[in-house]
């Protein structure tokens, strides 16, 4: 069985300084799911302040209400990291319950790039390589640079339809109109099966809709004196994606290159 994350793994590098809520599991006949906070490595119970983490988002002043919380201590996070398998012991649950998440699509040059790829392929990767040489011989490798919306985009639209190479994707990637959906400002992660997706984008739902598809969590850090929208734009983040039979992937990724 894969170990349970470490705390350095879990938390954000000034934890000391983050308002994290989040979800744990009681046990016990009279338990249940409860929305928490994390103090000094400890779990606070939030279910005086509010019975569920919705409910707790739409408070005013919600970070403020909970660092005011009482201090209500449920367990030690490291020992809820380690039980998360265990239905009998307090663990973490995903910090989303009745809100809607609130998601952007097509966010990044790269991506959108390569999602016209796949477009353009139906899917088929052995066709992928030659219509990118096409595609970035026309736009360039860099699409960063583009700012959605612009006259300087519009008339790269105009070469892209007539090389036939226009798509949903850069419609909403440089056009004038985004791809919102639903997430929320919690940094989170969906794995797509693009093959299903390039053939078409009416079968997104079955590209995107899969069992631990979807990565949320374990915390929701809110916004407050010390971390604003500000900061998630300047946020870096990096994953690993580890296989039982070797599989080993990585990848990194910057806020600030959002379209």
């Known amino acids: ?19 994290l809520i989040g979800r744990a599991w009681l046990p016990g006949a009279n338990g249940g799911p409860t929305p928490v906070s994390l103090r000094d490595g ?37 020992d809820a990291l380690v039980a998360t398998h265990a239905p009998d012991a307090l663990h973490l649950l995903a910090p989303c319950d009745l809100q809607p998440i609130k998601a952007a699509g097509v966010t990044f040059a790269a991506s959108m790039l390569e999602r016209v790829i796949e477009e353009q392929t139906r899917g088929d990767a052995g066709r992928a390589h030659a219509v990118r040489q096409q595609v970035v011989a026309v736009v360039g490798e860099d699409l960063s640079k583009v700012r959605p919306g612009s006259p300087q985009a519009m008339q790269l639209k105009e070469v892209l339809i007539a090389q036939g190479l226009w798509s949903q994707y850069l419609e909403v990637g440089i056009g004038p109109d985004a791809e919102i959906f639903t997430k929320t400002a919690t940094l989170g992660n969906d794995v797509n099966l693009r093959d299903f997706e390039g053939r078409s984008a009416l079968l997104l739902g079955k590209a995107k809709d ?7 969590g374990p915390f929701i850090r809110l916004f407050d004196s010390d971390y604003g929208i500000s900061d998630v734009r300047a946020t870096d983040l990096s994953m690993r ?3 039982p039979e070797g599989f080993d992937m990585r990848g990194a990724s910057s806020l600030k290159m959002i379209s």
């Open 1 to 19: 069985m894969k170990p349970p994350p470490s705390l350095q793994e879990t938390l954000p590098t000034d934890v000391a300084q983050a308002t």
């Open 42 to 78: 400890e779990l606070i119970d939030l279910s005086a302040l509010a019975p569920t983490v919705s409910a707790l988002l739409e408070m005013p002043g919600a970070a403020a209400a909970v660092r005011a919380a009482p201090q209500r201590v449920i367990g030690r996070l490291e």
């Open 241 to 243: 994606v580890l296989g």
């Open 210 to 216: 899969n069992n631990a598809s979807c990565a949320i």
